[in-house]
């Protein structure tokens, strides 16, 4: 069984930082891509960051790029990313999701469990 297990988030103050973990297991790690989305109240789903453990390949969306930085750990079968210069607009429920190939566009058929973000100003 595919599982995803994400640690990290919580509450910080507008240009904080944060770490966001996710380990994977039950499956081979670097034939997937791995990375997060996030979803705000009201709003819908969008994809922050992913990165191919395949090919070092790496996705960041447009709102996040360069304050989020993402790495992979493949030995540990683990996904980091680091969230600098946190914005308000950054509160969401963030969700570690792979992929069933190595491409990073998806499908991403596995999904984590949610973890909240709250950026005060």
């Known amino acids: 069984e595919v599982q995803l297990q994400a640690s990290g988030g919580g509450l910080v103050q507008a240009g904080g930082s944060l770490r966001f973990s996710c380990a994977a297991s039950g499956f081979t790690f670097d034939d997937h891509a791995i990375g997060w989305f996030r979803q705000a109240p009201g709003k819908e789903r969008e994809g922050v960051s992913c990165i191919s453990a395949n090919n070092g390949k790496i996705y960041y969306g447009d709102s996040v790029k360069g304050r989020f930085t993402i790495s992979s750990d493949n030995a540990k079968n683990t996904v980091y990313l680091q969230m600098n210069s946190l914005k308000p607009e950054d509160t969401a429920v963030y969700y570690c999701?792979?992929?069933?190939?190595?491409?990073?566009?998806?499908?991403?058929?596995?999904w984590g469990q949610g973890t909240q973000v709250t950026v005060s100003s």
């Open positions: 999701a792979a992929t069933s190939g190595t491409v990073i566009r998806g499908p991403f058929d596995y």
